[in-house]
């Protein structure tokens, strides 16, 4: 039972391994524009993040250092 099992799953691999390998310069074309699409804008949303987290880390750093001034001027009177 399982000699039979292992030979209809090799079929079916097989058959659908085939039918890839036939479709794919068909289907391949859409894929990569549609790949091209997505990635680009996964890149764009990423400049985007790294610029704001950017500008937030400089305005923090900004006030940090503000506070520390503060701080060092009331210890010193």
């Given at each position: 039972m399982k000699?039979?099992?292992?030979?209809?799953?090799?079929?079916?691999?097989?058959?659908?391994?085939?039918?890839?390998?036939?479709?794919?310069?068909?289907?391949?074309?859409?894929?990569?524009?549609?790949?091209k699409f997505l990635i680009k804008e996964t890149m764009k949303v990423g400049l985007l993040t790294y610029q704001k987290a950017k500008s937030v880390t400089e305005e923090t750093g900004k006030s940090f250092k503000n506070l520390t001034s503060e701080a060092k001027a009331e210890i010193a009177q």
């Open positions: 000699l039979l099992n292992g030979i209809d799953n090799l079929g079916s691999g097989l058959l659908i391994g085939t039918g890839a390998v036939i479709l794919f310069p068909v289907v391949a074309p859409f894929f990569k524009s549609a790949l």
